[in-house]
């Protein structure tokens, strides 16, 4: 099989969605193609007839185990311990894994954090980037940082637990004032949300599923048992860790000084914002969880008033009071 630097970027794309459980087939995967050569600026597009070629060449040259899923309509890999063996990774393909792994390391706790390293150190043992130097390398910085402390061990066994659908034993406290209780658990999703890592699970004691503070789990240890994730879990993943449904219908006004900042973001499609002669703009949220938004409207200290709704509104308000109240004191 004959791997010019296009094909082998077609390749690294195609096994990148099967092993990440993305179910591409010939149409779709066309389509990304196209996609990539308008954003990414390559050249690697073609038609669906060429990505069946592709597919069987991994599956009859490579060894790839890959097997179609009809309710999906899309293949996958039948299991992930394969590996696609190809030659040295061009610069455009190991920058972004490069880069990607220093902001990894920000937001992942040991040992995950060191592993990463690894894995791109690896790569870089391989491959000879010219673009790679260590004084550039240095100056691209972000900050991104894990707000809790988390058991290296706990988080280990957590991660593995998720990734080979093992259940495991924890001993959880969600509050110091609290008893601890131990459980066992299956984690579905692993989310990184507001500084820190929470796991949603079945809990086998409470008969349901729940979410856990990674911080707040002071033991964990591998069992024995396997389970399947629930087919309607892999279809709606939840990305926000919490059980809360949000505040629907909210209206914010927000004030000039942060109008330009919020008009600036790349705003979700449930939000939408009206800019006023002012320079003020009221934004129209369809539904948020009430953790993120009371804490953001309180956090831009006056800049933003609630319009609706009026329960939204009660409660900045006794939350205010709360916070004059502690001044008070003094």
């Not at 990734?163 to 066992?184: A, C, M, N, W």
């Not at 629907?248 to 939408?272: F, G, V």
């Not at 009221?282 to 008033?305: D, V």
Request: one cysteine or more; a positive charge.
């Amino acid at each position: 099989m004959g791997l010019n630097k296009n094909r082998l970027l077609r390749l690294i794309k195609l096994v990148g969605e099967l092993k990440e459980n993305r179910y591409p087939n010939s149409k779709t995967f066309a389509k990304k193609l196209k996609e990539s050569d308008l954003y990414e600026e390559t050249s690697i597009e073609c038609c669906y007839k060429t990505i069946q070629r592709d597919i069987k060449a991994l599956k009859e040259e490579f060894g790839a185990p890959i097997g179609y899923d009809f309710e999906r309509q899309g293949y996958y890999l039948k299991h992930h311990g394969w590996d696609f063996n190809y030659p040295v990774i061009p610069d455009n393909m190991l920058m972004p894994s490069i880069f990607g792994a220093k902001i990894a390391e920000d937001t992942f706790p040991e040992p995950l954090k060191s592993e990463i390293r690894k894995a791109v150190n690896m790569q870089l043992t391989a491959n000879n980037p010219e673009f790679l130097e260590t004084a550039a390398l240095n100056t691209f910085m972000t900050y991104s940082h894990t707000k809790v402390k988390i058991n290296p061990d706990v988080f280990k066994a957590i991660f593995t637990a998720w990734q080979k659908h093992r259940s495991v034993k924890i001993t959880y406290q969600p509050d110091p004032k609290v008893e601890k209780t131990i459980r066992v658990v299956d984690p579905y999703i692993i989310s990184f949300y507001g500084g820190a890592w929470y796991v949603k699970a079945f809990c086998h004691l409470r008969d349901g599923i729940r979410t856990f503070a990674v911080h707040r789990i002071k033991s964990a240890e591998l069992t024995d048992y396997t389970y399947e994730v629930p087919k309607e879990v892999l279809k709606n993943p939840q990305g926000v860790p919490f059980n809360d449904e949000g505040i629907k219908d909210i209206e914010l006004w927000c004030s000039p000084e942060i109008a330009c900042y919020i008009m600036e973001r790349n705003c979700p499609d449930n939000q939408t914002y009206k800019l006023n002669p002012d320079g003020s703009l009221n934004l129209y949220i369809k539904s948020l969880t009430s953790f993120t938004l009371t804490r953001w409207i309180l956090g831009e200290a006056g800049n933003i008033k609630v319009i609706k709704p009026e329960s939204l509104r009660v409660d900045i308000i006794k939350m205010a009071e709360n916070i004059l109240k502690v001044y008070n004191k003094e």
